[in-house]
């Protein structure tokens, strides 16, 4: 990719097709000092409110910089490489990380130490990035207490609270608002389907386990979807088109969101599971219909709780495990809590946090 200059016309040359820059696009990006401010990166005017009519009236391209003058009066010396960032016309940094698949085979994924200065460190960026190739990460050896958990989350981003609270502390207790306070198994799920955006990460710190059951359980969801789109077309198009009801009430709210059990992106592509049976509703449909959603439903869970596709282990006092919720599902096997204390708290952050932490690493680090 290459910038040419042919009489005043600016031209992104890409090897097959050269295109002219619209010189508008290059005018809004001018970064001198009366431009741009140097400290926050934000434009000292405002584009939306000039005439669009600008024409370049100069221009010449000398050691990686094009310096432009304007028919405005308007002129700046642009890095070029700064301006070939934003070509691609997506993000560069977040999708160019590939998901890796897995299932019940999974092995050898690197967990992090926790250490001091450990959130503007290297270890955090290669952290990050195996938490979007996998959906998870397990941190050791992380601080238990006074709620470190809080402190943990917002210092890679902000805490997401919610009417849980800004943590949540799962031990059993006597009439739970949600099994996850009580001993029984849970099946996989994500959280919170019923929340308008659902929170993006679940972060789960092991405070005390001495009980012997009380696994954690891991499905991924991107995984089982796409094997779905592979080997049973029909089945996924029901779960990506029908759109169901989530619904938590307790006694001070009722919250309530609609969506598919697998949402597509505009370009049909994996977004974000839902799947909590206890709380999903399908409405009314013909017969017919509902007959073949019912069976989708059906195959979907048996592939969600299918042991060939799920990972389980023991958290150990002091682990932290991060995990996207729009992606995998996580669930607990039951445990006898005659046996000892199982203690854990949990609470959310959004992907602004993770995204914004990871270009931040990125910049510092010039990776
Ligand atoms: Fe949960």
Same mark, same amino acid.
């Given at each position: ?218 499905? =991924?969801? #991107?995984? !089982?979807?796409?094997?779905?789109? $592979?080997? &049973? +077309? /029909?089945?996924? %198009? ?85 995990? =996207?919720? #729009?992606? !995998?599902?996580?669930?607990?096997? $039951?445990? &006898? +809590? /005659?046996?000892? %204390? ?26």
């Amino acid at each position: 990719m290459k910038i040419e200059l042919i009489e005043n016309k600016i031209f992104i040359n890409r090897g097959d097709s050269k295109e002219e820059i619209h010189p508008f696009w290059l005018r809004e990006r001018l970064d001198g000092e009366e431009f741009l401010d140097k400290g926050t990166q934000q434009r000292l005017f405002d584009p939306s409110s000039m005439n669009c009519e600008v024409a370049v009236e100069k221009a010449k391209i000398s050691d990686g910089f094009i310096e432009i003058n304007f028919n405005d009066g308007a002129s700046s010396k642009i890095d070029l490489n700064k301006l070939a960032s934003e070509f691609s016309n997506k993000d560069t940094v977040i999708k160019s990380i590939n998901k890796i698949k897995w299932d019940s085979t999974l092995k050898n994924v690197k967990n992090f130490e926790y250490k001091d200065n450990f959130f503007d460190s290297k270890e955090m960026h290669d952290l990050l990035v195996s938490f979007y190739q996998y959906g998870f990460v397990i941190i050791k050896n992380v601080p238990t207490e006074d709620n470190f958990i809080v402190k943990f989350a917002n210092s890679i981003g902000s805490v997401r609270r919610t009417n849980f609270g800004e943590h949540f502390n799962v031990r059993s207790k006597l009439n739970p608002n949600d099994l996850a306070y009580t001993t029984l198994h849970l099946t996989p799920h994500t959280d919170n389907p019923y929340r308008n955006p659902v929170p993006c990460i679940q972060l789960l710190h092991c405070i005390e386990n001495e009980v012997s059951g009380g696994f954690s359980t891991l499905v =991924d969801g #991107y995984t !089982v979807t796409e094997n779905l789109k $592979k080997d &049973d +077309p /029909e089945t996924y %198009k029901v779960l990506s088109e029908v759109k169901v009801r989530f619904r938590f009430t307790d006694k001070n709210v009722v919250l309530e969101d609609w969506s598919e059990l697998i949402h597509l992106d505009e370009e049909k592509n994996f977004k974000q599971v839902r799947f909590s049976p206890r709380l999903d509703y399908v409405p009314i449909l013909e017969k017919n219909k509902l007959d073949f959603y019912y069976k989708a439903r059906k195959k979907l869970s048996d592939l969600y709780n299918s042991e060939k596709n799920r990972i389980e282990f023991k958290l150990e006092p002091k682990d932290l495990m991060m995990m =996207d919720n #729009y992606r !995998v599902l996580h669930g607990r096997t $039951k445990f &006898d +809590p /005659e046996e000892g %204390k199982r203690f854990l708290q949990g609470c959310y952050i959004d992907f602004d946090s993770t995204e914004g932490k990871l270009r931040h690493l990125k910049r510092k680090f010039n990776l």
